[in-house]
């Protein structure tokens, strides 16, 4: 004869499977929908739209900023999906790498562009990644940004 908690335990064991299974397939099914959504989002091209800026934010982007900052460049370091650029850590290097990342996301929209700032009035850092194919655009557009620096 089987007791009530035999098959007690038999019942809480059944259900804890298939609520496992089932709770595995609606984790599998959220990461496809994710894998799913990210794959379907349209990618902006490779090529700088400069028209993204108004005169004056793009007079002052390329013309004023970034010959300014390419002229403070202490290091460049390649890195498997794009670069990082190092500059002198002053509080006015860091505001105009600011503000040059804030307008260089307006007119190259593929760029993933991440600042980090060392600690005890250490570097700068400007990090230019991004998708398939970035890195190789910032070789041929950005080729003056990445030669060593001298």
Known sequence: MVSMVGLSVAFVLVCGMALAKTSSRYADDGAKEKAT??????ESPFACDRLALDPEARKRHFDEQGPALRSLRKMVRELPDGYEI???GDSKTIAMVTEWA????LCCPFFDIQMRMEREGGPVWLRLTGRKGTKDFIKADGASWIKPVS
């Open 37 to 42: 959504a990210a794959s379907s989002e349209p």
């Open 86 to 88: 190092q500059f002198p």
């Open 102 to 105: 804030a307008a260089e996301r």
